[in-house]
């Protein structure tokens, strides 16, 4: 059993505080209350239309907070500005497979949030393309254009996207959709993989019953169709001491 000092050394990294959300007249969220801290790996789970991707989008700020109130990294979403240590992955279907860039190209604009993707590119920030190209394992593909890719592919350079500016949280949109299960299987041991092994916070909806099962030890229950988390909590990767003892050598 662990101390509450040893649970209390990780930091919040995402808190719900009241959210509701509406389009126009249709109320979509309605008073959700949720916390993450750091190196938690959650799951969200909800039926279609629960709400998942909006409030996804609203935790990236791509949508309004209007009612109640996201606390990034201790911070309210309403000042927050540290959007580089957030990375975003999605859902695949948002994704205009006609867009004409490489691979390298898709990567290396998760630097600068869409705002120039053709801007001039420094050797640093190739070198931080290439690791992440590295980390997806996907370097001979850099000079393809992303359509011609197939789904699993696309999702590795879309990961790696997300991923190019080292983020603390890392947020997944439904990242298996459309793709084999065999492909599915080996993505999802890859994100496992990087969970248990970078310093990062997983945020990931998903309709996978099997893996919210087997990784985070919990049985699903639909519960009226509304949002629901299931987390897999840090200290049962790391404890606290090894946690200081991490800090403390950096
Ligand atoms: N831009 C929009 N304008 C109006 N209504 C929207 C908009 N986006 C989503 N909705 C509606 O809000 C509800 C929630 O949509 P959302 O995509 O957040 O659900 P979800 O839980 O992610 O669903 P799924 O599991 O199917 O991906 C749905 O009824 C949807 O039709």
Same mark, same amino acid.
């Given at each position: ?164 500016? %080292? ?29 248990? %092994?970078? %310093? ?51």
């Amino acid at each position: 059993m662990l101390s509450l000092a040893q649970e209390d050394c990780h930091e919040h990294i995402i808190e719900l505080e009241n959210i509701s959300f509406s389009y126009r007249d249709q109320q979509v969220i309605s008073d959700l209350n949720f916390a993450a801290k750091e190196r938690d790996f959650v799951g969200v789970i909800g039926s279609n239309g629960a709400g998942k991707t909006t409030l996804l989008r609203m935790i990236v700020g791509l949508l309004p907070v209007e009612n109640g109130d996201i606390r990034l990294f201790g911070q309210s979403i309403r000042k927050f500005k540290d959007w580089e240590r957030i990375g975003y992955v999605p859902q695949k279907n948002t994704f205009n497979p006609l867009f004409p860039a490489t691979v390298r190209e898709v990567v290396l604009s998760g630097l600068y949030n869409n705002k120039n993707l053709f801007r001039r590119v420094s050797k640093s920030q190739q070198r931080q393309c290439d690791d992440a190209l590295e980390v997806m394992r996907i370097q001979e593909i850099a000079n393809k254009r992303i359509g011609e890719l197939s789904g699993g592919q696309q999702q590795r350079a879309f990961l790696a996207r997300a991923l190019i500016n %080292h983020p603390d949280l890392l947020i997944l949109d439904e990242p298996t959709v459309g793709i084999d299960a065999e492909t599915q299987a080996g993505f999802f041991e890859l994100i496992t993989h990087m969970h248990a %092994h970078h %310093h990062m916070t997983f945020l990931m909806v998903s309709h996978d019953m099997d893996m919210i099962e087997g990784y985070l030890g919990k049985t699903p229950k639909q519960k009226n169709g509304k949002i629901q988390f299931y987390v897999r909590h840090s200290h049962e990767i790391q404890n606290c001491e090894e946690q200081n003892l991490q800090h403390s050598l950096t």
